[in-house]
């Protein structure tokens, strides 16, 4: 009898359960539930406007802070400002080289160990001024003996694009012979090209000749006038001083003397990545002088892919002593390749193989045409460097 009257109850019960509920969810939104006197002890969330310290004690003497309430914790939520865009900072007139890509195809393999020195006239004795883990290889269309802002400017090195605050390396050790900004006149001028620059007279030296390296644009120096430096030492920081369209650094190789004027390719100096090479050429005139300005097309055989470079421009700048070259271009894989170039409305083509860790070289003559035979050595000598016993 009493299990039947809970059965006509059951009915009654359940029908009063769901009037509760329905006029609980009616009365309570989202937004009051929060509002609930209950203290919630909540991390906030780190933003670009805080700073958030983890696992800190708390000092001896103090009190913990009552956490906050869900209400408190979101009316305290800080505000994430927008940060300017680089556009937004610079004025409109700078214009910046286009860096490099730094994709897959762009890679390049470690450096052949200093000096690399495996034929006679070879001589890679200088290290990247850029570490690895940055673009260190030159801008394709900054290259050495080539003319910018005006005719009569020449480009006595090579620029290599890397971020702003890049260390700088020294290319080898030595000692340094010029830090600060005049290195172009040769006395303390804020308004020099170079800006701020380094220059590293080296330990070793070449056909009885000393060696030095230019280091310039850079926003900071940390070495001092006089100071002894290893290689890859740091010595100052990619910068924007001097006469630039952007943040780089300029690099130069100086051969008998630390002067404007008797620099040489950089290209040829410094250390190729393992397995690749460089090709250098003389392309002359009928009157068998170097063609200026020419630009000349490396198509890789395999790849496809095109390198371009042009014949330097040979007022202020000089040949190596071997190869007299009017064209050099690095940072090739090994393979084959095909040379092309346009000469008084005709086209040439020839096909050169760049073999690793070596300079590949050709010549061209209007006349002849291409030729894969290498300079005759007149001084028969070996060009290895000359290190300083003392």
């Known amino acids: 009898m009493r299990m039947n009257r809970f059965l006509i109850l059951l009915p009654v019960l359940f029908f009063l359960f769901f009037v509760f509920i329905f006029a609980a969810c009616g009365h309570f939104s989202p937004t009051q539930i929060l509002n609930l006197n209950t203290k919630i002890a909540v991390q906030p969330t780190p933003t670009q406007n805080m700073?958030?310290?983890?696992?800190?004690?708390?000092?001896?003497?103090?009190?913990?802070?009552?956490?906050?309430?869900?209400?408190?914790?979101?009316?305290?939520?800080?505000?994430?400002?927008?940060?300017?865009?680089?556009?937004?900072?610079l004025p409109q007139s700078i214009t910046?080289?286009?860096?490099?890509?730094?994709?897959?195809?762009?890679?390049?393999?470690?450096?052949?160990?200093?000096?690399?020195?495996?034929?006679?006239?070879?001589?890679?004795?200088?290290?990247?001024?850029?570490?690895?883990?940055?673009v260190n290889w030159p801008l394709p269309d900054y290259r050495y003996g080539g003319t910018f802002f005006a005719p009569d400017i020449v480009h006595t090195g090579i620029d290599i694009v890397a971020p702003r605050g890049t260390p700088v390396l020294a290319a080898e050790a030595?000692?340094?012979?010029?830090?600060?900004?005049?290195?172009?006149?040769?006395?303390?001028?804020?308004?020099?090209?170079?800006?701020?620059?380094?220059?590293?007279?080296h330990e070793f030296g070449y056909?009885?000749?000393?060696?030095?390296?230019?280091?310039?644009?850079?926003?900071?120096?940390?070495?001092?006038?006089?100071?002894?430096?290893?290689?890859h030492q740091q010595i100052g920081i990619l910068g924007n001083t001097g006469f630039t369209t952007g943040p780089h650094l300029h690099f130069e190789v100086r051969v008998g003397d630390n002067n404007f004027f008797q620099t040489r390719n950089p290209e040829l100096w410094i250390a190729p990545p393992q397995g690749w090479g460089i090709a250098a050429a003389r392309i002359m005139n009928l009157a068998y002088g170097p063609i200026e300005?020419?630009?000349?097309?490396?198509?890789?055989?395999?790849?496809?892919?095109?390198?371009?470079?042009?014949?330097?421009t040979m007022r202020g700048i000089n040949s190596d002593d071997y190869y007299q070259?009017?064209?050099?271009?690095?940072?090739?894989?090994?393979?084959?390749?095909?040379?092309?170039?346009?000469?008084?409305?005709?086209?040439?083509?020839?096909?050169?193989?760049?073999?690793?860790?070596?300079?590949?070289?050709?010549?061209?003559?209007?006349?002849?045409?291409?030729?894969?035979?290498?300079?005759?050595?007149?001084?028969?000598?070996?060009?290895?460097?000359?290190?300083?016993?003392?």
């Not at 160990?113 to 690895?132: C, K, N, Q, T």
């Not at 630009?295 to 890789?300: F, I």
């Not at 170039?341 to 050169?352: G, L, M």
């Open 325 to 390: 070259e009017n064209f050099a271009l690095s940072d090739l894989s090994a393979g084959y390749y095909q040379v092309s170039f346009d000469y008084q409305e005709q086209n040439y083509v020839h096909t050169i193989e760049i073999k690793p860790g070596v300079v590949t070289y050709f010549s061209f003559h209007p006349d002849t045409g291409f030729s894969d035979d290498l300079p005759i050595d007149k001084e028969e000598s070996s060009f290895t460097p000359d290190f300083d016993t003392n």
């Open 96 to 134: 910046f080289p286009t860096p490099l890509p730094t994709n897959a195809v762009d890679w390049r393999p470690p450096l052949y160990e200093i000096p690399w020195a495996p034929g006679p006239h070879d001589h890679f004795y200088f290290l990247r001024p850029i570490a690895v883990n940055e």
């Open 207 to 231: 056909k009885n000749n000393p060696l030095f390296t230019v280091y310039a644009h850079m926003d900071e120096i940390k070495i001092n006038l006089g100071e002894s430096v290893k290689a």
């Open 293 to 312: 300005k020419l630009d000349v097309k490396l198509t890789s055989l395999s790849t496809k892919k095109v390198y371009q470079a042009r014949t330097y």
């Open 174 to 201: 030595g000692r340094v012979v010029w830090a600060g900004t005049g290195l172009y006149f040769g006395v303390y001028n804020p308004e020099d090209p170079y800006g701020m620059a380094v220059v590293i007279e």
């Open 51 to 89: 700073t958030v310290f983890l696992d800190t004690p708390t000092p001896a003497g103090t009190s913990t802070p009552e956490p906050l309430t869900a209400e408190e914790l979101l009316k305290n939520q800080p505000t994430i400002k927008s940060q300017p865009t680089m556009e937004a900072i």
